[in-house]
């Protein structure tokens, strides 16, 4: 790989304005301290759980997941359809004997 891929995909790890390369270059402990500072400030552990929100959280995430909104939605569509079929089917006996 190139070093510009590799120094693009590294770029949101390291902070530029603390990982300057004169820090880093120089070699020496002690010049390292302004990036152990700012990495033993950060939290630790797993980050928590962002909820999700609307319909999606409400029924496709977390413990209630479930497709009961997929299920309504297609039985409220063959609803609608078979509604309007079984009207024009009417409208056509109106005038007309089968």
Do not use: C
């Amino acid at each position: 790989m190139h070093a510009s891929l590799v120094r693009r995909q590294l770029s949101g790890l390291v902070p530029p304005k603390i990982a300057s390369p004169s820090i880093l270059s120089a070699g020496k402990g002690a010049d390292l301290s302004p990036l152990v500072a700012f990495y033993s400030k950060l939290p630790k552990g797993p980050a928590p759980e962002a909820a999700a929100r609307g319909i999606k959280g409400r029924f496709f995430n977390g413990k209630n997941a479930s497709a009961s909104p997929i299920v309504v939605t297609v039985l409220a569509i063959f609803g609608l359809g078979y509604t309007i079929d079984y009207q024009m089917h009417l409208k056509h006996h109106k005038n007309h004997a089968h």
